[in-house]
């Protein structure tokens, strides 16, 4: 019993600081991104080496515009978004799309030169 709970503590501690975007995140997290409260808009930065990707969530409405930006502008850090319906828009530093239906969709941030890049990513929804 006690090493179910340490497991199950050690397990809350790691997925809070996914949440929170405190570490990079790995092949197979998917990081939420939360918008503070009465916001349209979050932010999250990392680091990308060699192969690896970063991917993020946020969920929105059908009809809502979402406006993606990574920074910085001379680095390769690209950023692939697709959604229930599929890809919106693929490989792109600066995106506006109109997402077409309510869902969970994914923000996927990676290099194609598979350089290591420190990125900032910034995800407004109208």
Known sequence: MKKKFLAA?????ASTAT???TG??????VHQIYFAYDTD??????RLTG????TYQVDARGGQVMVVDATPYWSDATVTI????GTLSYQRQWTSVTLPVN????????????????????????
């Open 82 to 85: 697709t959604g229930p319906t």
């Open 24 to 29: 990079p995140a790995s092949a197979d997290d």
């Open 41 to 46: 808009n979050g932010y999250v930065s990392g």
């Open 103 to 126: 869902g969970s969709y994914r923000l996927v941030v990676s290099s194609p030169s598979h350089s290591t890049v420190d990125y900032g990513l910034s995800v407004k929804i109208d």
């Open 9 to 13: 503590t050690v397990l809350a501690a």
């Open 51 to 54: 192969f690896s990707h970063d």
């Open 19 to 21: 949440i929170l975007g």
